[in-house]
C-alpha cells in the first residue's frame, strides 16, 4: 500500500525534479508534469484534490489501455482524460516496489534526454 509521501519521496529521487505547490502533489521534469494529484470534479461541485489518487503520464493511447484493462483495480480514468496519455493511480491498492517504476517511467518519457541517457537504476538510485 502507497500514499502520496511515497508519490513525493521517489518523484524528488529523480534527477532535477521540481515540486509545483499544489493542495495534493504535482511533480515537473523540464517543466512537464509526470505525476500529480487527482483533481476529482463532479458536476456542480468544486474541485477536490485527491491525494489518494495519483495521476500519470503514460506516454500513449496503447500504454493507457493496456494499463485500464489489465489491472482496472489499479488504474481508472475518466471522460475528461479521454484522449489524453494519462491514467489514474489508486495508491492504496499498489506497492512501493511497483509504484517506483511507474513514477520512474512516467518521468522518463517526460525528462529531457541529456537526463535520462544515464539513468539506468531506480528512483533511490538515481544519484549513484
Known amino acids: ?9 521517489l518523484a524528488l529521487g ?29 458536476a456542480g461541485r468544486r474541485r477536490v484534490i485527491r491525494t489518494d489518487v495519483a495521476v500519470l503520464f503514460v506516454g500513449d493511447e496503447a500504454e493507457k489501455q493496456a494499463l485500464l484493462l489489465g489491472e482496472p483495480r489499479l488504474f481508472f480514468t475518466t471522460p475528461g482524460y479521454d484522449g489524453l496519455p494519462l491514467v489514474m493511480l489508486r495508491l492504496a491498492e499498489i506497492d512501493a516496489g511497483r509504484l517506483a517504476e511507474l ?16 539513468l539506468t537504476a531506480g528512483p533511490d538510485d538515481a544519484d549513484h
Not at 517511467?105 to 525528462?111: E, I
Open 14 to 42: 529523480l534527477p532535477q525534479v521540481e515540486e509545483i505547490e499544489s493542495d495534493g502533489f504535482d511533480f515537473r521534469v523540464g517543466g512537464k508534469g509526470f505525476v500529480w494529484s487527482y483533481p476529482e470534479r463532479g
Open 103 to 118: 513514477v520512474t517511467d512516467a518521468w522518463r518519457m517526460r525528462a529531457p534526454d541529456v537526463l535520462t541517457a544515464g
Open 1 to 9: 500500500m502507497a500514499d502520496a509521501d511515497d508519490v513525493r519521496r
